[in-house]
């Protein structure tokens, strides 16, 4: 992981070195160190502290503010764009929440409310100063490039498509860059060039539920029914808790005539919104 200097993350959160020093020594997280010694933090890490930061500042104890931070480093998603989560209090808990889910990380009398956006756009510039500088101290990774477009996706998306991109220049088997590079290809209007996108991420990776049922969304944008259902029911016998493939299938085999393998797939989606809500 390249990472961001104790400096760049200071720089991002508006606040002396000397605390970021401080509040990393006091335990709050543990950054990886560097090849000259150096912490490296995390864009996950820069969130936890903007977390903490905020904490403090409402004279929250340290032993809870680590509590809350340590939750908060387990429940956060893993493979998405963490700039699109917002963590935020809801009575006496802490809740982070993306498009998918919800999360209660811990419990207590904590008030905090930001979208990490906000930490995404400060940190935007500096991560991509640090990654167009080769050689300091390395050149960055395709994995470098992958992280970096995670993080700048929610502020950014042309140019979290350009470090995917960058990602896949230097690994072409990179799945995951290929996976979100054609999600942010087939959000941006170009069905077809996702489709390569997401083909080239299940070659790599077959058992890829989500890049199974990305496939099957690009051929119905394509106007490919019988191949999305395929896709779709792909994507189902790896992981029979995606809703929406449940219901898009639903739709495409209502479309050519409903039957029982219709009301099957809209009766699993119902059933599954409501184990969401409950």
Do not use: C
């Amino acid at each position: 992981m390249r990472g961001y200097t104790t400096r760049e993350v200071a720089e991002v959160l508006g606040v002396p070195v000397s605390r970021i020093l401080s509040w990393t020594r006091s335990g709050l997280l543990s950054p990886e160190r560097g090849t000259r010694g150096g912490y490296r933090y995390s864009f996950q890490d820069i969130v936890l502290l903007r977390a903490a930061r905020e904490l403090l500042e409402q004279r929250v104890t340290l032993r809870r503010v680590r509590a809350a931070l340590e939750a908060l480093r387990e429940q956060l998603p893993e493979g998405r764009p963490l700039s699109a989560v917002r963590i935020a209090a809801v009575g006496d808990r802490v809740v982070v929440r993306d498009a998918d889910a919800t999360w209660e990380p811990t419990s207590g009398q904590l008030t905090l409310d930001f979208p990490v956006s906000e930490v995404a756009a400060r940190a935007e510039p500096v991560a991509r100063r640090g990654l167009d500088r080769p050689g300091v101290p390395t050149d960055p990774t395709p994995d470098d490039w992958y992280h970096t477009g995670l993080d700048l996706e929610a502020v950014s998306p042309e140019k979290a498509a350009e470090a995917y991109g960058r990602a896949i220049a230097l690994d072409p088997r990179h799945a995951q860059a290929h996976l979100n590079l054609g999600r942010l290809l087939h959000e941006r209007g170009q069905p077809e060039e996702a489709l390569r996108h997401y083909a080239d991420a299940l070659r790599e990776h077959p058992g890829d539920a989500r890049a199974q049922y990305n496939l099957g969304v690009a051929f119905e944008d394509l106007g490919r029914p019988d191949e999305a259902a395929r896709a779709y029911r792909l994507a189902l016998t790896l992981d029979d808790t995606l809703a929406a493939a449940h219901f898009n299938l639903f739709r495409l085999l209502e479309a050519a005539g409903g039957g029982s393998e219709a009301i099957a797939h809209l009766a699993a989606y119902k059933r599954l919104k409501e184990g969401t809500r409950g």
